[in-house]
């Protein structure tokens, strides 16, 4: 394991080379803001040792002014912003894709690829009005410091967002986390983070940003966190056309399942992204499905999960209990991840079900379609 890496005991590694797990699920939904050491860690390379002092972010591009910043020039020169945002991997529940059908060559997340923390940084669009841009800049790329293996090549892991999205105030350049300075793990000395999109564009140990007339072309961009139909492989694969992920969707999972003196106690969280909110979450149980309202834990606020809880009456072993949520455009879940699966396995955004009483993995085994645990 990297040196670098310091977690709970509890944390659960997926693979240690690079390091990637999360938190217990139970733990997952006990509290709003994750701690730091529970928070999920989705690397794809090495974990640099950059020191604060001599650390440079250096902008470049499409910029009227190119130059460079060190941490504390950042820090002078700009008003301090903190803000709440739940990162969440565009392979969260891969799992459950990859139990209807496999997904070869990807970390196989079951939803805990997602945690909620405080960022304390500048906005991002404060520091780019201060370089300024020039006409045809339409597009923003983060070039992280990790050096990764893709396709053979080693590269930098990187990927951009739309301009317009950049120039939002809630893009930070973050140096801090829950209240303590950014650690290594999680990206110091700096990281981008952007709200309601993909944790793949919130890049760690950021090095360079350049402003594009084009989406990024590095391979974390253009050869990964792309959206397939389901009838494509990877060997048909035409990266250039298929859907760029940018905004995430509208999402829902169980993560406890409690039994308390009058009924099983059900708690899990549920996401939107982009701007919108998750503004409902209904769990149905039994066959056929009675669905009743789950009440949420969280306020509605942009960039942040919900967490929720309901109490249903007990099940006898091995009854479903499955989850779908609304955002407030009133997006809601696909019922089968048969809809929704792609060989890469991003965004499963299936109504998570799970069999009461079953033990996660055996059961997962015996009857693929569904997850179960408790
Ligand atoms: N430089 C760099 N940034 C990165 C990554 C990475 O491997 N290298 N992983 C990305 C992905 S895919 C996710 S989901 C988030 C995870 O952030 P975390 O490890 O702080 O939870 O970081 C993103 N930023
Ligand atoms: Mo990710």
């Given at each position: 394991m990297d040196e670098a890496v310091h977690k709970s005991p509890d944390f659960v590694f997926h693979q240690e080379m690079p390091p990637n797990g999360g938190p217990s699920l139970n733990r997952l939904v006990e509290e709003f803001i994750t701690p730091e050491t529970d928070f999920f860690l989705r690397t794809h390379g090495n974990i640099p040792q950059l020191a604060s002092p001599t650390h440079r972010l250096t902008i470049g591009g499409l910029v009227s002014r190119p130059c460079q910043f060190s941490l504390e020039e950042l820090f002078e020169r700009f008003p301090t912003r903190e803000i709440t945002?739940?990162?969440?991997?565009?392979?969260?529940?891969?799992?459950?894709?990859?139990?209807?059908?496999?997904?070869?060559?990807?970390?196989?997340?079951?939803?805990?690829?997602?945690?909620?923390?405080?960022?304390?940084?500048?906005?991002?669009a404060d520091v780019i009005h201060s370089v300024g841009y020039v006409d045809g800049a339409k597009h923003l790329e983060f070039i992280g410091s990790d050096i990764c293996q893709k396709e053979g090549v080693q590269t930098q892991f990187g990927g951009s967002i739309p301009l317009e999205r950049a120039l939002v105030d809630d893009v930070l350049l973050a140096w801090g986390m829950n209240g303590q300075p950014l650690t290594?793990?999680?990206?110091?000395?700096?990281?981008?983070?952007?709200?309601?999109?993909?944790?793949?564009?919130?890049?760690?140990?950021?090095?360079?940003?350049?402003?594009?007339?084009?989406?990024?072309?590095?391979?974390?961009?253009?050869?990964?966190?792309?959206?397939?139909?389901?009838?494509?492989?990877?060997?048909?694969?035409?990266?250039?056309?298929?859907?760029?992920?940018?905004?995430?969707?509208?999402?829902?999972?169980?993560?406890?399942?409690?039994?308390?003196?009058?009924?099983?106690?059900?708690?899990?969280?549920?996401?939107?992204?982009?701007?919108?909110?998750?503004?409902?979450?209904?769990?149905?149980?039994?066959?056929?499905?009675?669905?009743?309202?789950?009440?949420?834990?969280?306020?509605?606020?942009?960039?942040?999960?919900?967490?929720?809880?309901?109490?249903?009456?007990?099940?006898?072993?091995?009854?479903?209990?499955?989850?779908?949520?609304?955002?407030?455009?009133?997006?809601?879940?696909?019922?089968?991840?048969?809809?929704?699966?792609?060989?890469?396995?991003?965004?499963?955004?299936?109504?998570?079900?799970?069999r009461f009483g079953m033990p996660f993995q055996d059961v997962l085994m015996a009857k693929p379609e569904v997850e179960f645990y408790l």
């Open positions: 945002a739940t990162l969440q991997c565009a392979g969260n529940r891969r799992s459950g894709a990859s139990a209807f059908k496999q997904v070869p060559n990807e970390v196989d997340w079951g939803n805990e690829a997602i945690s909620n923390a405080v960022w304390k940084g500048c906005s991002l290594l793990q999680h990206g110091a000395p700096l990281r981008a983070i952007v709200p309601g999109y993909i944790g793949a564009r919130s890049v760690k140990w950021l090095q360079r940003i350049n402003l594009l007339n084009a989406p990024s072309t590095n391979l974390f961009h253009a050869h990964a966190y792309r959206l397939f139909s389901p009838a494509a492989s990877s060997s048909d694969a035409n990266w250039e056309q298929a859907l760029e992920l940018g905004e995430l969707s509208v999402n829902s999972c169980i993560c406890s399942i409690e039994e308390v003196s009058d009924g099983l106690l059900i708690k899990g969280y549920a996401t939107a992204g982009g701007s919108r909110c998750a503004v409902r979450v209904e769990i149905g149980y039994s066959e056929p499905l009675k669905w009743i309202e789950a009440s949420f834990q969280d306020p509605a606020q942009t960039g942040s999960w919900r967490r929720w809880r309901t109490l249903i009456p007990k099940l006898l072993v091995g009854e479903l209990i499955c989850v779908r949520a609304w955002d407030s455009a009133a997006n809601t879940q696909p019922e089968d991840p048969e809809n929704v699966w792609n060989f890469k396995g991003y965004m499963n955004n299936a109504w998570h079900r799970v």
